[in-house]
């Protein structure tokens, strides 16, 4: 992103100071004392609240839960203890691409994000290691806590947080095998499940800012048709409507939100002209497949 400074995007993306950023790019050191940014998935803050940016869009195919099962496999946390973010449009999130379809979230981001939730993991041993004074196999590291069992000295992942920082990313940390898997396969309810159920879960339709419009876009109901024209007199009247535009798609209203624009829109008087594709309904094409079929299975 042009222009774009490490700190503006630790503000804009709501990581602010103290937190460790870790990515799936092992390369290189942690630039601070307390903040390491990679490639700026996953954080865990001072207070151990522990922070993903999910580079895809959550459109109910279940992406953040999935996202959050292969962190909390390798941190050995419970899911429901990551905390979600849509992440900012960055460079970082490009291998293998941020862009959401063709069912490859999953696909592509499966070994890089536990490679992610690995490396947090080793560099949290390793500055636990160093704080009990012990040799770091022996560290146990799960459930936000890092162990020392032969003392029995704790400390909290977020007690750690600025020490790992100065840790340097293992480039192939040992991922969990599956016969140990704590969360990969397993049945627990989404974590978007109670903000989606209370109303609470906020949408690309939610969000707010001085001046914001939006815009309904009323569509020829034919395939091939244009528009002939169109009465806007009761639209424009409905409060909240700015304006009312023919564009090459259609007549979009622009109104101050969702509501009045849609409100808007059922309002309009509009002749379309089919075109050549009048008569074309979901029977026509129904009897036009069965009829190649036909032919095809005759030949």
Same mark, same amino acid.
């Given at each position: 992103?042009?222009?774009?400074?490490?700190?503006?995007f =630790?503000?804009?993306?709501?990581?602010g100071?103290g937190?460790?950023?870790?990515?799936c790019?092992?390369?290189?050191?942690?630039?601070?004392?307390?903040?390491?940014?990679?490639?700026?998935?996953?954080a865990?803050?001072?207070?151990?609240?522990i922070l993903?940016?999910v580079d895809?869009?959550?459109?109910? %195919?279940?992406t953040h839960t999935?996202?959050?099962t =292969?962190?909390?496999?390798?941190l050995?946390?419970d &899911?429901h %203890?990551?905390?979600i973010?849509?992440a900012?449009?960055?460079?970082a999130?490009?291998?293998?691409? %941020?862009?959401?379809?063709?069912s490859d /979230?999953?696909?592509?981001?499966?070994?890089p994000?536990?490679l992610?939730?690995?490396?947090?993991?080793?560099?949290l041993?390793?500055?636990?290691?160093?704080?009990f004074s012990?040799?770091?196999d022996g560290?146990?590291?799960?459930?936000?806590?890092v162990?020392?069992p032969a003392?029995g000295?704790?400390l909290?992942?977020g007690?750690?947080?600025?020490?790992?920082?100065?840790?340097?990313?293992?480039?192939? &940390?040992?991922?969990? &095998?599956?016969?140990?898997?704590r969360?990969?396969?397993?049945?627990? &309810?989404?974590?978007?499940?109670?903000?989606k159920?209370?109303g609470?879960?906020?949408?690309?339709?939610?969000?707010t800012?001085?001046?914001? =419009?939006?815009?309904?876009v009323?569509?020829c109901?034919?395939?091939?048709?244009?528009l002939r024209s169109?009465?806007?007199?009761?639209?424009?009247? %409905?409060?909240?409507?700015a304006?009312?535009?023919?564009?090459?798609?259609?007549i979009a209203?622009?109104?101050?939100?969702?509501?009045?624009a849609?409100?808007a829109?059922?309002?309009?008087?509009?002749?379309?002209?089919p075109?050549?594709?009048?008569?074309?309904?979901t029977?026509?094409i129904?009897?036009? =497949?069965?009829h190649?079929?036909?032919? /095809?299975?005759?030949s």
């Amino acid at each position: 992103m042009n222009g774009l400074t490490r700190r503006a995007f =630790l503000k804009t993306s709501g990581l602010g100071a103290g937190a460790l950023v870790l990515g799936c790019h092992s390369s290189g050191s942690w630039s601070t004392s307390d903040t390491a940014v990679f490639d700026a998935w996953l954080a865990i803050t001072s207070d151990g609240r522990i922070l993903l940016q999910v580079d895809k869009v959550e459109m109910g %195919q279940g992406t953040h839960t999935a996202y959050a099962t =292969l962190i909390a496999e390798e941190l050995r946390v419970d &899911p429901h %203890q990551i905390e979600i973010r849509s992440a900012v449009v960055d460079d970082a999130f490009a291998n293998p691409m %941020q862009m959401t379809g063709g069912s490859d /979230s999953m696909r592509g981001s499966w070994e890089p994000l536990r490679l992610t939730g690995a490396r947090a993991r080793e560099m949290l041993r390793s500055a636990g290691a160093e704080r009990f004074s012990v040799a770091p196999d022996g560290i146990e590291v799960a459930d936000g806590v890092v162990r020392d069992p032969a003392s029995g000295q704790t400390l909290s992942y977020g007690a750690l947080a600025a020490e790992a920082a100065r840790q340097r990313a293992p480039r192939s &940390p040992e991922l969990t &095998p599956p016969d140990r898997f704590r969360t990969i396969g397993k049945s627990f &309810p989404r974590v978007d499940a109670l903000a989606k159920s209370t109303g609470t879960a906020r949408y690309g339709m939610d969000v707010t800012a001085p001046g914001l =419009l939006t815009a309904v876009v009323v569509h020829c109901p034919h395939a091939l048709g244009t528009l002939r024209s169109f009465d806007a007199s009761a639209a424009s009247a %409905q409060p909240g409507v700015a304006r009312v535009i023919e564009i090459p798609s259609g007549i979009a209203i622009v109104a101050s939100g969702y509501w009045p624009a849609r409100t808007a829109a059922r309002k309009l008087v509009v002749e379309w002209d089919p075109g050549e594709s009048a008569g074309v309904d979901t029977a026509s094409i129904r009897a036009g =497949l069965t009829h190649a079929l036909d032919e /095809s299975i005759a030949s």
